[in-house]
């Protein structure tokens, strides 16, 4: 057990690795391309739902509140239920912010492994190709009424003994995000009603 | 003995003393390069000076380059193809360029058994709990805690990641690890990160060639589609050696062709000439030889500064040669002998006085110099009286200088003038100077001075830090302790203590200690204890409260309390910390033993105040705060003031020697000009903007020694004879030549040596004809 926790921790840990293969798998279409297809999603905000499925949880943890893209480097998660927590993701990790996203006297996650999530994150909802393409291999499906899903799985192997494959879904907007653990956890992100932000939440500093 | 056998015995031991110090010399080689070596050693703690040893010795050999280009994919290669060449180049004893190696990797199979020792959750309070428990809370529901959830039932407040966190945040938060490569991307650039170590010291010349030689190599071998930065102390010391090796080219080699040249022009005859070459070459080969076999190595600085030796070395064959113009009716060389030997012999002996003060200063630098010179001198003193007399039997010169009259015009006013009166005026003028100078002149003391950056070298290691975010400086503070256990506790005090001040936040740590890395025993046992503390009362505890908030099942609670259990039996300890592959570079901070025990160090983030550090860390025991640019710079603001008692201390000594020979008259007329001309420089350093530092002291030192040889000189002559005017004004072109030179030094001592030294001996010239004319009672 503790052989395998080590693993994992290995993983946790250094995991991060280019993978200019990732560009070889692509499927139906480019990701640049889908991308450049959609909505520009800078200065949207948008709700989300997420649901976590932990084994060690005897339930599933759900929680709702709102994204707000601020721009190419900052993504500020504003959970209102079950408790109100905001959080900015940085490349320079997870950022929980005191009051509002603001000030820099902000806490959180800046290990390595945050760091990197961190950044696959801001790839993700502000449509930054190169770097997902840098975490992992993409697969791409698209259907005659714009709506895209596209399946990612990790290109180190490491990195894969973590999270077996992450899947997206979406149109104009990206709708839904799907994380499945090797452990057998998964997450559930729903995100609706995309509109334009009025500088509600400025973004960190 | 006859001149022959004389002549015959000293180059015997000219050659014997060479050919000893041949066998003397160091295996680093006969040149010193390293500017710290210059420093004085013997002032400092030994422990704080093997502490600051141990640093040094570690960072000198780091070497780190950026390998960078517009396409990510084509830095990523060429820094793959950089480290090919330098493996080959087989400069390095460690190159890194992949940095997800198993000493990276195993930092979290090494550290996760003991996670619940390393992180101090404070005293139990309801704050605590509350705390411990919504960050858990938060951890779990963020939407990137990928991974967490796994790790959850064995750590449910997420301690171990707390302490990745908390410790594991500078490289990574500007570079990110692709293909096993650090590397950091800007708008148009990419970055990729290759750290090496030397396989020997930056101050070896071999070592310096070999690297230049290796980025020349990598030029060639990226060809043009990447570039280079680079950064480490081995820039430094490469630009240093060629500043200086052209420095010494441009003192040597003008102030050599300069002399020959008023050489010729005064005599016409090559023989001068070439018995001058031969008083030069001689002394500097003694000097050299004399400095190797006691030192084993001759700095850098010394061999600048020493060249200025050919100034000094050449008064001796000057006033022998100048004795043609006395004897008009056939020159004898052994005449001319007799009538200078008194007058040079002399003259060696306040100049061998006004070295031997700096022998007294505990700078080696200072010290070389010292040596390198008196046996210089000596050198080439013995040339003139052994050798000059063989080699110029048949001198014969034609006619006298031009310059001759202009000189008896100088001599002929002070012939007028000189009086009692105009004594007493030159006396409180330079008095006033004097007072003033020492007033208005600005002393800096940094130790900065001995070296010159270059600003291209200053450039790349700027942006080089800047990208890694490297910003530790040369301050540290030392913690001891009688144990390694005692060390990490008395460090662990040390940073609570520093912790509790408001520092500002940066990008990096404010400090950087062992003790973060593997703390101390006690700390651990503390540390678990609060741990356990969560698990208590059974069915109550902290995490039974997590339990409650998102639905931990009993299995995970039971499983806590276990491994808590187990934890208790197997505590870090420092040595198997210290031999496991992880973190080498933090390992380097642990000083080892030390004769009182055991030490390291808690490296600084440069900006810090250092006047709030000294005094926190003041009444702490085992702990002591160094900062090295400070202390040495102290070290040098003491010894400039130190000098300024030696001049006082030569001057009385020389006067007190002189009086007895002149009665206090004559020793007035002898002392009187040189120090005129110390006074002098000092005022006329203000009006240059010149600052005052140790080596303008030094430079006065020699105004003086040098000034009283003048004066001696004409003293002895009784009266200016035409041939004491020449060898005089010969000195003092050759010295002005070959100091003057020195004052366009890019090193600032020694361009504060060059600059007063050219100043004062000019005016110790013009002045010097006050010991050798009658003095009026008006």
Redesign the interface.
Known sequence: M?KL??I???????A?????AARENLGEGDLKALYDQMEPSIGIIFE?K?V?N??????P?V?KGTVHVVDSDTVN?H?TLP?S?M?S?TP???L?CLHDCKG?TAT??????????????IGLLTGAPEQIE?FFTINIEKNEQGSWQLSMAPVDPMLSG??KEITLQGGQYLREVQ?F???G?N?L?EFSNHHKSLNAEPGTN | MRNRTKAFLYCLVIISLAALAFLRVDPKGPIDLNILSLLPTNERDVVVEQAAGSIAQKINRNHNYLIFSAG??TA?KSALIAAEIMKDSDLYSDIKVMF?GPE??????FY??YRYRLVDIGAADQTRDERLVQEA???????????M??????DPFFL??HF??KN??DN??TF??????L?KTTSDLTYVYIQTTLRDSPFNLEIQEAVDKLKTSLLSGLNGESQTLTAGIIEHAIMGSKNAEAEIALVGGVSILGILIVILLIFRSITPVLGSLVTIILGLTVGFSLTLLIFGQVHIITLVAGGSLIGISIDYSSHFFADVFRQKNGWSPSVALDHIWQGIFLGLITSVLAFSALLIAPFPGLKQLAVFSIAGLLGAFGAVIFLLPLLTARMHVHQNPAILSHLKLWVAWWQLNNSRSLQSIVIVVSIVLMSAASVLLKSDDDVRMLQAPAPEVLADETQLKSLLNQNFGTQFILVEGATAEEVLQNEEYLIEVLSELDWP?GNQPNWLGVSSFIPSIKKQENNLKLVASLGHPKDEGVINRLAES????DT?IDAFNTEIDNSSTIPLTFNSWFISPILPDIKRLWVGDTVRGKASIVLLRDGLDSNVISAITGPIDNVRYVDNVAEISQTIKTYREKAVYLLIIGYVIIAATLFRRYGASGTVSVVLPPFAAVATTAMLLVFLGEVMNLFTLVGLILVLGIGIDYTLFYREARRAKPSTMLAIFLSMSSTVLAFGLLSFSSILAIHSFGITVLIGITIAFLLAPMAGTSVSST
């Open positions: 503790l926790l080590i994992l921790l290995q993983s946790l840990l250094f991060v690795s280019a993978h200019t989300f997420q976590k932990i084994s060690a949880l005897s339930r943890l929680s998660w959970q408790y927590m959080m993701f320079k990790g997870m929980e820099k959180g996650n800046s290990n390595p492994f945050a760091v990197t999530l961190s950044k696959a994150f840098v973590i999270i994380i653990e090797v452990s956890d997450t992100m | 990510k994919e990523k997800d990276s990797k195993n930092i979290g199979s996760f058994p809370i938060k951890q779990l529901y963020s939407p990137m805690g990928g991974g959830g796994a790790l959850f039932p064995n171990f990641s990745l966190s594991f945040k990574q938060r990110t690890i692709e293909d096993g490569m590397i936040q998102v639905g931990l099942s995970v």
